[in-house]
């Protein structure tokens, strides 16, 4: 697909029809997007947009979507931004900005979803994909509607935050520690730069509620770490026996920066002394390794399964919606999401809850491929399409 577009789907909801018989501003737009006349069409963009992508570029993506499924037969709207452009053979979200005059400033397409298509058809996708993938697909947490290796232990980066987010919802509920409680950030765990966290000052004041919300929709490791620490890597390891022993944040750059090969192949006793040697050594001492250098063997480990149970377990916690992932805002009674993304690594986890619903339905998508490049696109799309078919 041309670049302009985008790989995600939103949730929708449909409204009246958008087209009066003398459309004006917003409806105008719609109007011009869907019948997309040239001459009519380039009225309503905005010109420094229209410099970036020209009319006829925009009319021929638009002629695309119309040779494959069907002329467009309405737009409609979900809210201020977001759209559900339908044709006769398919719907897919919309995202359009415009301009105080009403002129079209930003523009984007989601991936198409047939009205007949059948889920196994992303399973049949994802199986095309090079390299190892699994996909879990769960109503509440325990009933199986969909699956491709969900039992499969597959690299997972930051998604293996739902592993510390249950231990520490647990301690929350059994001790005195409280979302409320307050902690100073410890220069002890911080991580590398890059996370929020990080260039906070050291004994910075932080509640718990914040350390959480930050590993939870930020991936932040320096979070991260507080939230080890808080936790404790003995209780990680009897929680999730495969990743012995279970990593910080720094542990794991240490590690890839120190190119400690073969460390999956050493014992526990012998893993263990690598990492407190490595504890006395500072990150700058080490070289940044940028490539998918051994994900099979330093990192995190976990199947698609699990992780759709843990993020269940955790769908009512304060943090949780913060960030709401490819699940639209507002187009669910709850949505939380947590991905792990590293070279070689793209791991999904979403959860959402339907309006008109009590049931939770999660869908957690993991790919491995390491040394070669990888599309988030093809992930974005899969997911988006299985969110599409949640009732």
Request: hydrophobic letters at 35%.
């Amino acid at each position: 697909m041309n670049n302009f577009s985008k790989y995600f789907l939103f949730y929708f909801i449909f409204t009246a029809p958008l087209f009066g018989e003398k459309p004006k501003g917003e409806a105008a737009v719609l109007k011009a997007l869907c019948h997309f006349e040239n001459a009519n069409l380039a009225s309503h963009i905005n010109p420094y947009f229209l410099s970036k992508l020209p009319t006829d570029k925009l009319v021929g993506i638009l002629k695309g979507f119309k040779s494959q499924e069907g002329k467009c037969v309405n737009i409609e709207k979900v809210d201020a931004k977001n759209f559900l452009y339908t044709t006769d053979k398919s719907q897919r979200a919309m995202q359009l900005y415009l301009d105080k005059n009403e002129k079209i400033r930003g523009l984007w397409f989601g991936n198409a979803t047939s009205y007949g298509e059948k889920l196994s058809t992303v399973v049949d996708e994802l199986k095309k994909l090079p390299g190892k993938t699994s996909l879990t697909y769960l109503k509440n947490g325990k009933a199986e509607i969909l699956s491709h290796n969900p039992d499969l232990p597959l690299a997972i980066e930051l998604s293996s935050s739902l592993f510390l987010l249950k231990l520490l919802s647990q301690k929350v509920d059994k001790t005195k520690l409280n979302w409320n409680s307050s902690l100073k950030l410890n220069s002890k765990f911080k991580s590398v730069p890059g996370g929020r966290l990080y260039d906070w000052p050291t004994k910075a004041p932080v509640t718990v509620q914040t350390l959480a919300t930050m590993l939870m929709a930020y991936s932040d490791e320096t979070a991260f770490d507080h939230v080890f620490n808080l936790v404790g890597r003995k209780n990680l390891e009897k929680a999730s026996p495969r990743n012995r022993p279970f990593l910080k944040t720094l542990d794991y750059h240490k590690l890839r920066g120190d190119k400690v090969l073969g460390f999956s192949k050493k014992k526990i006793k012998e893993k263990r002394e690598i990492l407190n040697t490595l504890e006395k050594k500072s990150i700058e001492e080490l070289s940044t390794v940028s490539d998918s250098f051994e994900i099979d063997s330093i990192g995190w480990f976990g199947t698609t399964k699990e992780l759709c149970q843990i993020i269940h377990s955790l769908r009512n916690e304060p943090y949780a919606g913060v960030n709401p992932g490819l699940a639209q805002r507002g187009g669910w009674k709850a949505a939380a999401f947590k991905m792990g993304r590293a070279p070689g690594i793209i791991q999904y986890t979403q959860l959402v809850v339907p309006k008109s619903s009590k049931d939770s339905f999660c869908v957690s998508i993991t790919w491995n491929n390491p040394g070669d490049e990888m599309e988030p696109s093809k992930i974005d799309s899969i997911l988006s399409r299985i969110l599409s078919k949640v009732k």
